[in-house]
């Protein structure tokens, strides 16, 4: 509850979004037609502030304090999700942070490259990323925008090699192997050259990892068994 309130709070003093909260009508009848009250006030966003604001958390990313980093990356897997804002906020934050020229998006995937975090206790910063990765890559894939965004060789060359590495560790990690299996199924559908640019390795550890998440974790298992059927879509 006190989470709700924090991220109600951090909404409407950043954004003026006031979430709508749900009433239960007083009634002791359970077939009652009434209906749950809602507060629409909802006050539109001016033009920059959602960019300032992810501008501003992509500051902190890679601050010399844990919490901080922590607080910066929780505000923008916030900012991403329809979950805890407005649908049109999150897309627009999804743009914002594939454009080029905000560079917000090369900061979360560094964050990704860094093997330093791969072997480090600190599993919570690499999920964050990962999510929001995932919730961006999803979000502009389900709008059939993501195609435009992804046409740099840099998501081919850096960012797959970098995911495969990621569900290399499904065994200690499947939670963020799981994620990273996603954002990869999420390139094959959206990129043909992401298709054709795996190989045997990438199936082998796809293989692996469905095998991982059969023993010990089932969304890891179905993940990677939509990767791979998208996967062979390169061959067809």
């Not at 209906?35 to 890679?62: F, R």
């Not at 917000?104 to 093997?115: N, P, R, T, Y």
């Not at 060789?153 to 200690?172: Q, R």
């Not at 991982?212 to 390169?234: F, P, R, T, V, W």
């Amino acid at each position: 509850i006190f989470q709700e309130e924090y991220r109600a709070i951090m909404n409407a003093a950043k954004f003026g979004e006031i979430a709508p909260r749900e009433v239960v009508p007083f009634s002791k009848s359970s077939t009652s037609d009434s209906k749950p009250c809602k507060n629409n006030d909802y006050i539109p966003l001016q033009d920059g502030v959602l960019e300032q604001s992810l501008v501003s958390a992509k500051k902190h990313l890679h601050s010399d304090f844990h919490d901080v980093r922590v607080l910066a990356l929780e505000d923008v897997a916030s900012t991403t999700s329809h979950v805890h804002t407005y649908d049109d906020t999150a897309l627009n934050a999804c743009k914002i942070i594939m454009e080029q020229k905000s560079n917000i998006g090369d900061s979360m995937a560094s964050i990704i490259f860094d093997k330093e975090f791969i072997h480090s206790d600190d599993k919570y910063i690499r999920s964050l990323a990962l999510t929001i990765l995932s919730t961006v890559l999803s979000t502009l894939s389900e709008e059939n925008i993501l195609t435009p965004f992804i046409q740099d060789k840099w998501y081919t060359k850096s960012v797959m090699p970098s995911l495969i590495n990621e569900i290399k560790t499904a065994e200690k990690n499947p939670c963020n192997a799981s994620l990273a299996v996603k954002c990869l199924s999420v390139l094959f559908s959206n990129s043909a050259e992401a298709r054709s640019q795996t190989d045997e390795d990438a199936l082998i550890v796809l293989e692996a990892a469905k095998r991982i998440g059969h023993s010990s974790y089932a969304n890891l298992e179905m993940e990677a068994q939509d990767a791979i059927e998208k996967m062979a879509q390169a061959e067809v």
